[in-house]
């Protein structure tokens, strides 16, 4: 049987050790809810595509408590990357960090990147600090509508997600920008998805202060 709890210590706790087991938990976002596992571990992550019915190619993110855990993930972020980080996260923006040797994610694309979000929510960042990176996709059967209470998410996935935190309601689905290193591009960057952070206030952030885009 599932669990549906209120967010508190004791609920934390309960999402840690379920992410640490190999489970799987539904959790809230600054935009809709997720659902979520160690993103080390691929049995739980096979799990995720499993009930969503989600094609394999469409990879999933890793949402972070921190930009800072990107290095003990084996994880870099290049150097246009990571001065928008510094500007944009927490936040609607997710940049396509890349893996080192070390890395032992198990959500690595087939080029060796992992794109990586801190979400913009307080309520969000305590769950990661209590549970660790977490491999995520919105809680819904692919090709629905995004959940944006416990409740729908419930409905879409019943008994078969172990934990569902429930954070209230969501502010609904709000795209995050996606961007990528090239040295090739403009500015030495690729947008791959233009969402609420506007190509406009991309390139200004790359040039704002003398421009230095940091090692």
Known sequence: MSEIRAI?????????TVVRDGGLVVIPTDTVYGIACDPRNPRAIDRIYELKHRPRFKALQ???????QLDGLGLDLPAPLNRLAARFLPGAFSPIAVAREDCTLKTIA?????????PNSTLCLR????????????????GGESAQSVHEAVEAFGDRVELYLDGGSTPGHVSSTVVAADPHERDGIVILREGVIGQSAIRHALHVNGGGLGA
């Open 8 to 16: 508190d210590d004791e609920a934390l706790a309960r999402a840690a």
């Open 62 to 68: 890793v949402l972070l408590a921190d930009v800072d």
């Open 110 to 118: 087939r080029d060796g990147t992992q794109g990586v979000r801190v």
């Open 127 to 142: 769950i990661l600090a209590a549970t660790g990176p977490l491999a995520a996709s919105s809680a819904n059967l692919s």
